[in-house]
């Protein structure tokens, strides 16, 4: 051990030196002249298991996902399995009323996040990075909801929500006959009210993403601006707010996925029911539902796949990109 | 520094509406759990009589013994212990191989590896669910599992919460691995270090505080998951506590302050685990979240 850790010690000049140009690309191979048999066996292993682990449980059931969803199957016996082609869309687009709902809930979903609660993360951010008193114990408030998980914030707010019983119906005094406003049930109201729960969480988790990207900014670049006699807004706007930009990507991806992926709170507050389709719902009750049809919900897995890719393929290879320049 | 001192005292009030701000905010944003807690610590009899926004007579933990005792609870929060303590360590001994093996040997795969990794942990749970549910019940495992399959088995869970979350922790710690130096290994390498003396001795023990984040996180990612239970338990006993709230909730509380004090007890290890790691936490999130 102590020869190991001695000898990059002095030899630390090479480092530096190499790195840079094309040189990164040769050193592995000097170190793989140095393998022994073994060596090579235990790297085979080390990189193997987990990737066939991985790839048999995520990769091939999403491929599974897109050959099922060209057939019918009732899951008992893999003789009954049928290509039936596209049928299994056409039904999905033209005669499930739960479908086209179900996109326009998972957009929604999207846009509020994009349009209230991040901004509102980024503004928290922002006054938490001015290097203020108490700024820990404001962080720990604001992103208490993001400890938690989804599936008991659905319990706590439909706790807030009960016509009866419910915080705000009893506020507002609409907790007695005659004037219920039932907040999970109306399915005018229900996605709404979900999304405020799915805001307070949000613009925690935003935040501490923001905070992050701040740190990263230039102190001198912020006191250059307001030396300019720029205000506060000014500077933001001007100087911080583009600096931002790989944040930004991130707050953009992280925001799609999330709903693309919302569930849990929808599952605890009402099962998906009229009002709150989601398209992770429809594939869910599509399994543990009584009617369970494999190639029916493999095609809706497959609408979701297809949207998720369009968004993590072009971050990926822009990361990447980034990361083999670097 | 000394400019932003400067530049801070003559605006004091500005602050003050701040703090004001701030506080109100915070206060706001902590409302909705506070007000179950409070509800949580109030006998039924009396809410239902009084109302649920109105003095309490009687404040009591009654209501947290009742749901703690009743729903059998210990029982959930081991079923939760047993899936999540061997997902995590498994999750970071696989991870952090794989991520050694990118970020010192083959760079050419490298890339290849770490796209596969990191957009299989972005995708949608439900991508693969149905397909994941039905190989979980062909695969027959008598003997190893109580219900003789992968099916509504822990093993099953903490395979799949492996295989998900690998992706993102071999993304993350490949980046830090990265950035230790390469002669490290090398010269370990030339002393005749076998690879996995490298990877154990060497790599690994530097790699400590991004391992402790990415515990942390994890631990916390998978004692939260509610749709991989969901889908791939069957029997309501297995469940582990997250989700296994979902039943409980409506077999035995029939009264909103115990399924109050439920769900607060079942928020209570992720909160401990917060307050105590929250460095670790935060960290982890934006370890990820910062390269890119």
Redesign the interface.
Known sequence: MSTETKNPETRKAAPLASPSGAAPRKVPQGHRRLLTRRDRITLGLMAGVPTILHVALVWLTALASIALAFTTWDGIGFDSIKWVGVDNFRELLTNNPQFWPAVQHNVIWFVVLILLPTPFGLFLAVQLDKKIRFSRVYQTAFFLPVVMSMAVIGFVWQLIYNPDTGLINSLIGANEPGHYIDWIGDPDLNLWAVLVAASWRHAGYMMILYLAGLKGVDPSLREASSLDGANEWQTFKNVIFPTLRPTNTIVLVVTIIEALRAFDLVFVFNKGAQGTELLSILVTNNIIGESSRIGYGSAIAVVLLLISLVVIIPYLVSTFRKERRA | MS??AL?DRPIRPA?VL??L???G???A??A??L??FY?ALRPYSE??AK???SWPDKLGLDNFTNAFQQSDMLHYFGNTLLIAVPAVLLTLF??S??A???S????R?N?A????????N??????????????Y?LIDLPGVTASGKLYDSALGLV??H???Q??FC?FVLANYMRML???????????G????RM?W??VLPLCRPAMAALATLLS?WI?????WA??LISTGENMPI??A??NL?GQYFTD?NL??A??LL??IP??I???VL?RQ??SG??LG????
Do not use: C
């Open positions: 400019t932003l530049r602050r701040l703090h701000f701030l506080a905010t915070a206060l944003w902590l909705p759990l007000w179950v509800a809410t239902s109302g649920y926004v696989l991870s191989m794989v050694f093996y990118v010192r040997f083959d760079f795969l890339l590896l770490l796209l596969v990794f990191t957009a299989g972005l995708l949608p749970q439900q991508v693969i669910i149905t397909p994941l549910y039905r190989l019940l395979l799949i492996v295989a998900f690998s992706g071999a130096p390469h002669e490290l290994t090398e010269a370990a390498l030339v002393d270090a076998s690879v996995w990877y001795q060497i916390i004692y939260n998951d509610f749709f969901i889908v997250t989700s709230l979902n909730s909103p399924i109050a439920g769900a079942t928020a992720t909160l685990v917060y307050f929250q936490f935060v999130l934006t979240a910062n390269k890119g």
